[in-house]
């Protein structure tokens, strides 16, 4: 759902959503069931994300995605966690 996480630039507009610091653990364990055949993330948009805050946010996920199915996959040589 693309109201799944809180919009990063439109705080004056609230619309709901999860918190990202709740999201990162779900999203970890979901992809800990070996279940996850692809993921996307949009929503997006640099002509209104402040200071990159939402790219960065997409940015950190990408990296926990990847970085969870190295650990699954024993691909992972370093810890990040």
Do not use: Q
Not at 35 to 61: H, M, Q, W, Y
């Amino acid at each position: 759902d693309k109201w799944c996480i809180y919009p990063m630039y439109d705080f004056a507009h609230p619309i709901g959503g999860l918190d990202p610091e709740v999201v990162l653990p779900i999203l970890k364990h979901i992809l800990r069931t070996r279940k996850v055949r692809g993921f996307d993330i949009c929503e997006i948009s640099p002509r209104f994300d402040l200071d990159n805050t939402t790219a960065k946010l997409g940015a950190v996920l990408i990296f926990a995605v990847v970085n969870t199915l190295c650990k699954i996959h024993g691909l992972a040589v370093e810890e990040f966690d």
